[in-house]
């Protein structure tokens, strides 16, 4: 079974794309702190990271940045889900080495599309 | 001396050693032939001659005789000769040398040696031909020394020469010529002059040439000339005709580099018509004059304004039409005046037009010097201040009035005697109108007489004689039986005066004032002065009034008198009251802000009449009552209250011309009363009009809760009142007046905030104004003839404005006008953001003179631009969270991802995310209404107490979730008046904050206390903190600090708290270190409830 981390501050937002990915029999793991991430991301070796950008302490742009820093988990696509929607912002995160960058409001349903794309669901 | 001539010394010599050598030898041949003869004689003896030889009868020797002397003879002969030109040679020698020398020196000369002298030999012909030679070979050197120089000369020459030929082929060119132009001296000669010019030029060459070429007449002219390098030169050529033998065989020219002239001149003409561009933008007259005082340059302005041209003409036949300058009712001319002193001269005189009218100018005179400061010309801006004047004017005719109506009021009130009140009204009526003596008649009923009783300035003789007047005869007759004003400017041609005594008594300016009593015409005044006096008028009102509160006060005094001793108690507090408004109203008279002072009148004549409720009402033209002053604060103050349709009390009055006295207003329904009147159900009310002469300005009006009547006493006491307060009012409004234009025109002189830089067509800066000191920090005389980006120097970042600037007025210089934003860093180091715009400045033929460059502050706009897109920004990324929810779980449910249980859990997040998105939008709506002054505050009283628990308890689960700790101290329970809901938002923002920006475990501290006035409420914590560059920007709208980009928020918080705390009159105070906490001090005005 495909594994995916999702991580953000908004408990619904947690609750909504768990539900969706569940759908699809994929397993998720949902964490609304950012802090401890980076560790749980190595130990479960996940197929894809969602991410939220704007979280307190760390923001995704860091978390992701040192996903990418680490050898062992660098392969790992993320999926920055997030509201900020400007061109600028959007640069930023694909230059962090980001699959995708989603822009919030969003479809659960596109976005499921989008992870079974990334994770080769079968 | 004598000189021998060659061939004589020849001879001479010749002859000499001839003589020499022939006489001995003459000697021997005479004895050589006495031998032969005797020879002969012994050979052969002829007879009978004595001595002779006859050979035709001798022998043979005979015979041989002749051939034998040849023979002997010959040799001799010969010898001679030879001899004698040998040594004629070997005299001569000399000869030779001479010639030699000649030689020599024709050789010398050949070979260009001018230097050289030959010896003088001999003192013959040749010493003649070779001092010649001499004298010769020295004139050719001087000569060609002297042409030498003169080479020197030409070469040496600054100015450019060329020579030409009839043909107008150029001979020979100087060195200047080819230093100047280029051109090279072989590559001209021989070439037309004509190759040097374009065809305008030729043609002005030609015509030259032509209208000489009779005449030969030098010339001076201005041409260009082509240089080597294509480029036309201004020269002025100076030309002359080259003779030879009288006739005409070329031409001399000296082109002298005229650039620079050209350059000046053109320089000059710009600055001229940039000066005349400038005069012709202002919109005073101006003119320039020279010493004769003619008119020798004018703008626009002054040309419109006259009707007939004026360049040339005298100034003061222009504006005074008079042949004297220096014209001008006690004014110096300005002009002359700055010409004598060659300072700036500031007057004002009065000038008249063609028709007549006068007008009143203010004239500011400077000097036009030249290099050496000798005044050459005036210029003189002429401001045309008739309109001021007149308000001057004005203003002074009805301050002279008031203080003679307060005088006399004064007056009036303060005696109770008829005699003071009579002598002293007159006399100060005379010295006021200044003029020379009076009288005051009064009627006697019973002989149908008038009598003198007091006069001032006549004598007793001329008293006895027209101090008894039938009524109706005369002025004072006719004044008492019409009861109206009669004036006359000059007495003495008046057809209305009968009687010839008053006419021949030297009485020229004369008025009659009648004294009305209650009733009736009680008596008049007569003014008279000598000389002839124009009343105006306003002055003829002024004296009516007079006349009718003396009567009124002669009435008073006729009741006063026969009530005395009823009254007399009464009396002495109305007197007293009575001093004690006149001072107000004399205080009165001389304020400029009526409104305090008009409430106090009110106030005191209310609390005098007893009356309940005292209004001033204020007519204008159409007869409009506004509210001037009231004692209940009744609407705003010159708001509409009675239209002049309307029938209210108050117009009645006006109709009336007198106090109008409504006995009953509660069955009286005719008349209209504003609502806030009506409403108090007053029952008596009398209004007293008051009049500036005819013209009504208000009315006074007294309301009573009782009703009440007036006595007539009280009414003309009223009269007075409303009198001194009209007049008041009316100096009041031209006081107004005359300050709100002079403000007016300082307003628009200042009001230019922008940046103006006038630069030339070269890119120099010209003009500056103060503005651009103030804004760049730049000094005028500092940037005046900088080229215009130099100014700009002094940072080095404002390349890119510089740039921009060179940009637009580049552009403008091609007659484009251009605007274009850009960054400066001024000299004051701050950092503007300008719109720069230039616009050429055309002259008449649309050349174009410079360029007026605009700098406009655009600093605020840029900033409220930059927040507008803040705004876009941040509400359209913190509207997407909450959207996400809607959106995502909207879908969800309708595409049955969820199962049924779960459906309402969904739901609910749906509603609060909702909630939450209008929460915000409304946040942002308070904002915006607070900023816009559109949100006024609902106060109320609040229990600050049970305020905070109700924040505190909204905040549970965030508490509980941080596990933070919350410390409320609190002095006492606090209660005070402010909008609740409002506070309340400043408390919840303010505490989200802190529990945001905090780690678990925080503590929060929420602290209360009075301090005298001030409620202080203090919220600290003990989390992040924010750093030092944050603090002064946080309750700018949208600003999210460093710890911002990691939470949620839309940066609208701490603006509406500090808009709230501004709102209820307070101060919001941010105190934070990083890393150890941030404290937020509320302040604001304790309200007790």
């Known amino acids: 079974m495909k594994k995916v981390i999702v991580i953000d501050d908004e408990p619904f937002i947690l609750m909504m794309i768990a539900d969706k990915l569940k759908t699809a029999k994929i397993d998720v793991i949902t964490l609304r702190e950012s802090k401890n991430a980076l560790e749980i991301i190595r130990n479960e070796k996940p197929n894809l990271v969602i ?41 930023l995160g694909l230059q962090c080495g980001v699959e995708r960058y989603i822009t919030k409001p969003f479809s659960p349903k596109s976005l499921l599309d989008m992870v079974k794309e990334a994770i080769g669901n079968e | 001396m004598f000189k021998m001539k060659f061939v004589y010394r020849l001879i001479t010599i010749f002859l000499l050693f001839g003589l020499m050598i022939v006489l001995p030898y003459s000697l021997t041949i005479i004895k050589q032939l006495e031998k032969m003869i005797e020879e002969e004689e012994m050979v052969s003896y002829v007879p009978g001659g004595n001595g002779t030889i006859i050979p035709e009868k001798g022998s043979e020797l005979h015979k041989e005789f002749i051939p034998r002397l040849i023979d002997q003879m010959l040799p001799y002969f010969f010898y001679i000769l030879v001899l004698a030109f040998l040594l004629s040679i070997f005299f001569s020698r000399k000869i030779l040398i001479s010639l030699k020398e000649l030689q020599k020196g024709t050789r010398a000369l050949r070979d260009g040696n001018l230097d050289i002298k030959l010896d003088i030999i001999s003192d013959d012909e040749i010493g003649e031909v070779t001092k010649t030679f001499n004298e010769m070979a020295s004139a050719m050197r001087n000569t060609t020394l002297e042409l030498k120089k003169k080479d020197v000369y030409i070469n040496a020459m600054l100015d450019p020469l060329w020579v030409v030929n009839e043909e107008n082929r150029i ?78 065989v070329g031409k001399i020219g000296i082109l002298k580099d005229f650039r620079e002239q050209v350059e000046l001149r053109n320089e000059l003409r710009q600055s001229r018509d940039y000066i005349e561009n400038i005069m012709n933008s202002i919109e005073e007259e101006i003119v320039v004059i020279d010493k004769d005082y003619r008119i020798v340059k004018a703008n626009k302005v002054a040309l419109m304004n006259s009707d007939i041209p004026i360049i040339g003409e005298y100034c003061h036949k222009i504006l005074h039409g008079s042949n004297q300058p220096c ?35 203010e004239i500011l005179a400077s000097p036009i010097k030249d290099s050496s400061g000798t005044v050459i010309n005036v210029i003189e801006l002429i401001r045309d201040i008739t309109d001021r004047m007149q308000h001057e004017n004005e203003l002074s005719q009805k301050n002279r009035e008031l203080v003679m109506l307060n005088e006399i009021s004064r007056l009036l009130g303060k005696s109770l005697k ?39 300035g006549i004598s007793d003789e001329y008293v006895k004689m027209l101090g008894r007047i039938r009524l109706g005869d005369d002025i004072p007759g006719k004044v008492a039986v019409t009861g109206q004003i009669m004036t006359t400017s000059d007495i003495s041609r008046d057809p209305r005066v009968d009687r010839t005594i008053m006419k021949n008594s030297g009485v020229r300016g004369y008025c009659c004032i009648p004294i009305r009593g209650k009733e009736r015409i009680i008596g008049v005044f007569c003014l008279l002065s000598f000389k002839a006096h124009d009343f105006t008028q306003e002055e003829e009102n002024i004296l009516s009034s007079i006349g009718d509160m003396t009567g009124i006060a002669v009435e008073n005094i006729r009741l006063f008198e026969k009530m005395r001793e009823l009254y ?191 630069i030339d067509p070269g890119g120099r800066v010209i003009a500056v104004n103060k503005s651009f000191e103030k804004m760049i920090g730049v000094l005028q005389e500092k940037a005046i003839g900088l080229p215009l980006c130099d100014i700009f120097r002094f940072q080095d970042g404002n390349e890119s404005f510089r740039l921009r600037l060179a940009e637009c007025f580049s552009s403008a210089l091609t007659g484009k006008a251009v605007k274009r934003d850009a960054e400066l860093t001024t000299a004051y180091g701050n ?64 595409n049955g991802d969820i199962e049924e249980s779960r459906i309402t859990q969904y739901l609910n997040v749906i509603k609060s995310e909702g ?102 409420i203090m919220i600290s914590d003990n989390g992040w903190g924010i750093p030092e560059e944050d603090i002064p920007h946080l309750t700018e709208r949208f600003y999210r600090g460093k710890h911002g980009e990691k939470t949620k928020g839309t940066g609208l918080g701490l603006t509406l708290c500090d808009e709230i705390v501004v709102m209820h009159g307070g101060t919001l105070e941010i105190r934070s270190r990083e890393g150890q906490g941030t404290s937020i001090i509320i302040e604001i005005p304790f309200r007790e409830v």
């Open chain 1, 51 to 91: 991410l939220d950008w704007m979280m307190p302490e760390l923001s995704g742009i860091d978390l992701c940045n040192m996903i990418k820093n680490d050898p062992d988990i660098a392969a790992i696509p993320i999926f920055m889900l997030t509201a900020k929607g400007q061109d600028s912002d959007e640069q």
């Open chain 2, 171 to 248: 001979v020979d060119i100087n060195l200047a010529f080819t230093k100047l132009f280029g051109h090279l001296r072989e590559d001209v000669i021989g070439a037309s002059i004509y190759d040097f010019f374009d065809d305008k030029n030729a043609e002005i060459m030609r015509r030259q040439l032509e209208e000489r070429r009779e005449k030969w007449l030098s010339a001076i002219y201005e041409i260009n000339i082509f240089a080597k390098d294509g480029v036309q030169m201004p020269v002025l050529i100076s030309g002359s005709p080259i003779y030879s033998d009288g006739q005409v």
């Open chain 2, 327 to 361: 014209w001008a009712e006690g004014h110096e001319c300005p002009a002359q005046n700055v010409f004598l002193t060659g300072k700036n001269y500031r007057t004002n005189h009065q000038h008249f037009d063609a028709s007549g009218k006068k007008y009143f100018h």
């Open chain 2, 418 to 456: 008829f005699d003071e009140i009579f002598s002293q009204v007159l006399h100060k009526l005379i010295e006021m109108m200044g003029m020379d003596g009076g009288g005051i008649f009064f009627i006697d009923d019973a002989s149908r007489e008038m009598l003198c009783r007091y006069h001032k």
């Open chain 2, 568 to 758: 007399e108690f009464q009396r002495k507090r109305r007197e007293e009251e009575h001093s004690q408004l006149l001072s107000l109203s004399a205080k009165l008279g001389a304020a400029i802000d009526l409104k305090n002072i008009l409430e106090g009148v009110l106030d005191l004549v209310k609390n005098f009449f007893g009356a309940d409720f005292a209004l001033l009402l204020v007519s204008d033209e159409e007869g409009n009552f506004s509210l001037k002053a009231s004692i209940i604060p009744l609407r705003q103050a010159d708001e509409l209250l009675y239209k002049a349709s309307v029938n209210s009390i108050e117009r009645h009055a006006i109709t009336r011309k007198k106090p109008f006295v409504l006995f009953d207003m509660q069955s009286e329904s005719e008349f209209f009363l504003a609502p806030e009147i009506a409403e108090k159900k007053y029952h008596s009310s009398v209004a007293v009009p008051m009049f500036i002469g005819q013209k009504a300005v208000g009315v006074v009006s007294l309301y009573y809760a009782r009703k009440r009547n007036f006595s007539d006493e009280e009414l003309h006491f009223l009269e007075i009142i409303a009198n001194v307060l009209a007049v008041s009012l009316e100096r009041a409004g031209y006081y107004a007046k005359a300050i709100s234009e002079k403000e007016l025109s300082d307003t628009v002189l200042q009001s230019v905030a922008d940046s103006i830089i006038t």
């Open chain 2, 831 to 894: 950092t503007l953001s300008l719109l720069i715009s230039s616009t050429p400045i055309l002259k008449k033929d649309g050349e174009i003179a410079g360029v007026v460059n605009l700098l406009r502050d655009i600093s605020r706009e840029k900033e409220i631009d930059r927040m507008k897109t803040e705004i876009v920004r941040s509400v359209s990324h913190e509207f997407r969270t909450p959207l996400s929810a809607i959106v995502g779980m909207t879908e969800m449910i309708l």
């Open chain 2, 915 to 1016: 909630i939450r998105l209008s929460k915000m939008v409304s946040e942002l709506l308070s904002i915006a209404r607070i900023e816009s002054g559109k949100e006024s505050l609902k106060l109320s009283a609040i229990d600050l107490n049970a305020l905070i628990q109700a924040t505190l308890e909204s905040f549970e689960s965030k508490i509980s979730g941080k596990d933070a700790e919350i410390r409320v101290s609190q002095n006492g329970a606090l209660s005070f008046v402010g909008d609740e809901e409002k506070i309340k938002q400043v408390l919840v923002n303010i505490i989200d904050n802190a529990l945001t920006f905090s780690d678990k475990k925080c503590i929060i501290e929420v602290n209360v206390r009075r301090k005298e006035d001030i409620l202080e």
